[in-house]
Each structure stands twice: as C-alpha cells, then as structure tokens.
C-alpha cells in the first residue's frame, strides 16, 4: 500500500481547502448579497438607531476583512455567534437538534441499504424477468416521488385512515418510522439502480465464471463472488448519498414536524434568523465534507485496484 | 463499388439515428407523451383550464371531486384542476430556465477546466468541491433565504445548485476526448483551440450532457417545487405545484384530495423527465444502461 500516506494527506488538504471556501462562501452569502441582513433582522418598522445597534451587535459594521478574520477565529473555537430570534448561543441550538437529524439520516441510510442493495441483488439475478422489470418500475417511481408528497401520503393512510403511526412530533420509537421511509425512498431506488448495474456487471467477470466452472452453486457463486464485489461501487454511493439525504432531511423534517436542524433552518429562515441560517449551512456542510472523506478513504482501503496517485 | 449500390450499402450498416432508437423504447416514449401533454396543458391553459386559477369562490371552499370541479375546489374554493393546468406552464417555465442557467455556466466551465487543464482545472475544481459540499438543495435554499422568494429568485437559485453537475460531468467528458487521435490530428494541421473546441470538442460531449440535462429538469421540478412546499419558492396565489400541497397539507384531515392532485403532477413530470433521460441514455451510450 505504498503511497496511501500521501493520498491521506492530500485527500485531506483537498477537504479542508473545500471547508474554508465553504465558509468564506457562507460569510460572503450573508454580507455581499442584496439585502442588509440587520435591516432584515430589525425589521421594516425599526427605527435607524435600532438597525444601527444590531449593525454593530453583528459586527457588520467592521471593514469586511476584519469581520472575515473575526468569523474564522470564532470558527475555529466553534463560536458560530448567537440566534437573532432566542439570543441563545447558535452551536447550543444546533448540537439540541443534531442528535435527531443523524438519528434520521442513519436510519434512512440503513434502510436504504439493506432494501436497496436486497433489491438491486435480486433484479440482477433475474435480469430481464417480470421481477427485474416490476423492481425497475418501483425504483423508477421512487426516484421522481418527491418526499414531501410521499410523506404527506404515508400520514394520509397510516396515521389518518389506519391510526398505525404518529403522524408528527419524535415521541418514542414508531414515530421515527415514517420519516424514516419516507427520506429513505430516493435512496433506495438509487443504490438499488447501481447494486443492479454493478451486480450485472461483476457476474460478467471471469472469476464469476471460474466459480461457476469449479462447480460451486449458484447461491454461494452470488452471495460469495457476485455481491461482495458488486458492494464495493455501492457503499460510496450510500456514502455520497448523504448530501443528498440531509437536504431530503429538511423536508422530510418539515412534513413530519421532526425536531431537527432541518425544521430548525426552516423556522429560521421564515424568522430571519440570519445567524441561525449561517450556522446550520455550515455544520451540513461540514457534516457533508466529513462523510465524504471517510467514504472516500474507506474506499481507498476496501478496493485493493485503487492505486494512490 | 460502383455508385448506385453505394447508398444501399452505407445505409445497410448506418446505425439508426438516435430519435430511432429512441422511438424504439416504450418506456421513453410513455415519458415523451407525459412531458408532452404538460407542456401542451401549460401552453394551452387558458383555453383548457375550466375555471381562472386565482379566482376564489368562499362559497365552494374544500369541495370534493365533482362533475363541475373534476379535482375539487382548495380551501379558498379554487379549482384544482385549473390550478394545476396553469401550475404545470410555471413548473416547466423553472425547470428549463434553471436547467438552461446550469448549462450556459456549466458546459463553458466544464470545457475550459477539462481541455487547458493547469491552474484554469484547479481553481474550477475547487470551486465544484466548495459547491458540491452544499447538499443541492441546501443550496438552492439559502440562496432563496438570502436573496428572497419569488419567480426569479427560485429560479437563479435552482439554475446554480445545478452547475457543478455539468462542470464535472463536461469535464470528464473533455479529459476522454481531448486524448484522441482526431485532437492530435487537428493540433498537428496546426488547428487553433478555439476550433478543436467548437468543432470537435463541443459536438462530442453533447450526449452526455444531453441526458444529464433531461434528468436535471426532473430534479429542478422536484426542488422548485420543493421550496414552494416549504413556502419559499413562488409566492400565491400563483398557482405553483409544490406550494399548492404545501397549502393543501392543513386540510390533509378534511380533504386529503387538495393536497394529493398537485403532488401526483410533481411526480408525473418528474417521471416523465426521467423516462426521457433513461431513455436518451441508452439510445445515445448503451453501455451506461443502469436498470
């Protein structure tokens, strides 16, 4: 594994470089763009001197590279200010809701994984069947639901029509369930897609064929030689699924009244809680660009072909 | 070979063209027909529409489907139907506009980053990394948080979440075809840049964008629609998909139907857009056929 130590760190240097242009993205969003975000905050009625004060309250007042060094620096000692709405410290909000965003996102992961990897096998052990077509139609038709109208529905039959499940709120076990299928649905219809693509595509090799030739049967030929292989393409897709998941998760959150930094960007957003915005941009960001790496070493270390240049 | 037997014997071994091909996969052919009657609803909407989509009636407020309102009324007794006809024009409005912005900047980037390489690639890739950390729809999001809802803003913001897509995709593409021998024949009859890119670099990564654009309309649907669901995207009474289930969703306990009919138009274009894409890639790169 020669050479794994520079891929480390250049993998590395390429992440943190994207973090900082995150943020210089994200305090650059804030201050450059049309709008002054303490007009905003104070609102229409606010007199000059109350806007004047939260210009001042903010540090928007500063010449912009100053305010640029002050936000890094609070960055780094994990100071993402205070929320304009409840004055309480952003990171304080933020880490209450946390826990229930990486609750549900883990959850739809696995779920994802388990149906969509199950389901992909299966379409591709019987490729060109009435079960490859009917689980190709599924997937096709999760990947264009939207969630927001998926989960709309799954409360529509089993929290209005069948009285099953909660329809809102994160008060015990079951209500976990339907926010979890519902932001699980994009997911599995794609990594269901690229295990059946991947499954096909490792069948077809030679070693598939040695197997076969050895006598072994062909349940342990799949589950032994097809799928471990097939799984490799398919673990960074779950991975890298994770953006994806967590920009599903503010909808999802929303649909379900799920108590989590998705609702949480929502509610500040509609209340102009522009420090709030700021600070959970950042740590989905930061959360994306974490998941990514690891996928991305995992990777590197789980396929023996890739080589570290 | 004499001359006359020369066009019997090329079109012999022509691979048909890609709308052929295409033609040929039901599938694809169900997406163009669903794309096709939207677009035709949209465009002909204030023929085809039975009711004015922002008219209120207080007097048939949450009605259900009936002979006179085919989809129900909402909570403001609007037509649903209408709504959704009209609903449909604005839909695909966002989509190809935002679709368009994508690859106006996309490709151009794309081109650049991938043929000259050097610090022209660094600094686009990095700037892709930066934009591919945000979750798309986190960014289309902030950006409307920012800049403020409406038509204009929805669309910019959907239009950017899009870009890296295209610059990675382009890029990729350009890296394959600037190795070939074409490229090195060109350069060698001392063919500038900006020919080998218009002539030659350009024409070949039109397929994938090709497809990569048809199945970003589909995920443009989902996130404009997605933003007015949430009630940042286009303000009412304008009749928008997404804000029209979003409204519908309080009355999810009373009449479940007012938020049922514009999320199934969601899904039907989104799928629409999708069996189109499917379909382009496998007329275009058989190869890349996934399911």
Redesign the interface.
């Known amino acids: 594994m020669a050479g794994i130590g520079t891929y480390l760190v250049r993998r590395l240097g390429?992440t943190l470089?994207?973090?900082l242009?995150?943020s210089t993205?994200?305090f650059l969003?804030?201050r450059v763009?049309?709008?002054d975000p303490a007009r905003v905050i104070a609102g229409l009625l606010a007199s000059e001197e109350e806007v004047a004060r939260i210009r001042t309250q903010l540090g928007l007042d500063l010449p912009l590279h100053l305010q640029y060094v002050r936000f890094l620096g609070a960055l780094l000692r994990g100071d993402l200010g205070r929320s304009a709405r409840t004055f309480e410290p952003v990171t304080l909000e933020i880490m209450h809701r946390l826990p229930n965003t990486v609750l549900l996102a883990i959850s739809s992961s696995l779920l994802a994984a388990v149906l969509g990897i199950g389901a992909g096998a299966l379409?591709a052990t019987h490729a060109n069947t009435v079960l490859d077509y009917t689980?190709?139609t599924v997937?096709?038709?999760g990947?264009?639901?939207?969630v927001?109208?998926l989960g709309?529905?799954l409360?529509?039959l089993f929290s209005?029509k069948l009285r099953w499940l909660p329809a809102a709120g994160a008060e015990g076990p079951t209500s976990l369930i339907l926010p979890t299928v519902t932001l699980a649905s994009f997911s599995v219809a794609l990594v269901?897609?690229?295990t059946?693509?991947s499954m096909l595509e490792v069948m077809r090799s030679d070693y598939i064929l040695t197997a076969r030739a050895k006598g072994l049967p062909e349940h342990r030929v799949i589950r032994i030689h097809g799928i471990r292989n097939a799984l490799i393409p398919v673990i960074t897709v779950v991975g890298l699924q994770f953006?994806?998941?967590?920009?599903?998760a503010?909808?999802t959150e929303?649909?379900f009244g799920w108590p989590g930094m998705g609702l949480l960007?929502?509610e500040s957003?509609?209340s102009r809680d522009y420090p709030m915005?700021q600070g959970i941009?950042l740590v989905?960001?930061f959360l994306?660009?974490a998941v990514?790496l690891v996928v991305d070493l995992a990777y590197a270390l789980v396929d023996p072909r890739i080589h570290y240049v | 070979m004499r001359w006359w037997t020369r066009g019997s014997i090329t079109s012999e071994y022509r691979r048909p063209s890609v709308l052929r091909r295409l033609w040929r996969q039901r599938a694809a052919l169900v997406g163009v027909f669903i794309i096709a009657a939207l677009a035709l609803a949209g465009v002909l909407a204030p023929i085809i529409a039975p009711y004015n989509p922002v008219k209120q009636d207080l007097a048939h407020v949450l009605l259900p489907p009936c002979p006179t309102h085919p989809l129900g009324t909402d909570h403001l007794g609007r037509d649903i139907l209408s709504r959704i006809i009209y609903g449909a024009r604005l839909s695909l409005f966002i989509g190809f506009l935002a679709v368009g912005l994508g690859l106006a900047l996309g490709v151009p980037l794309g081109i650049v980053s991938g043929y000259y390489g050097g610090w022209a690639d660094l600094v686009v890739q990095?700037?892709v990394?930066?934009m591919?950390?945000?979750?798309?729809?986190?960014l289309a999001?902030?950006?409307v948080?920012?800049?403020?809802v409406g038509l204009t803003n929805v669309i910019l913001a959907v239009g950017v979440s899009t870009i890296p897509s295209f610059i990675r995709l382009t890029r990729g593409a350009v890296l394959v075809i600037r190795e070939q021998t074409y490229i090195e024949a060109a350069r060698a009859v001392g063919t500038g840049d900006g020919r080998i890119l218009f002539r030659h670099i350009l024409p070949n990564v039109t397929a994938p964008v090709v497809v990569q654009a048809t199945l970003s309309l589909?995920v443009a649907v989902?996130m404009a629609?997605?933003l007015g669901?949430?009630?940042?995207g286009v303000q009412p009474p304008t009749p928008e998909w997404?804000a029209m289930?979003?409204e519908g969703?309080n009355y999810?306990?009373s009449a479940?139907y007012v938020?049922?009919f514009p999320?199934?138009a969601?899904?039907l274009a989104?799928?629409g857009f999708?069996?189109v894409g499917?379909g382009l890639r496998d007329a275009l790169d058989p190869r890349l056929?996934?399911?």
């Open positions: 390429a470089v994207a973090l242009g995150v993205i994200v969003m804030v763009l049309p709008g379409a689980i190709s997937v096709l038709f990947i264009s639901m939207p927001y109208w709309t529905m409360i529509l209005i269901a897609r690229m059946r693509s953006g994806n998941l967590l920009g599903g503010v909808l929303s649909v960007l929502v957003i509609f915005v941009v989905f960001a994306v660009a990514n | 990095r700037l990394d930066i591919l950390s945000f979750p798309s729809f986190l999001l902030s950006l948080a920012l800049l403020g589909g989902l629609s997605g669901f949430l009630g940042l997404g289930l979003g969703r999810i306990f479940p938020a049922t999320g199934l969601i899904f989104v799928l999708n069996l499917d056929r996934l399911v």
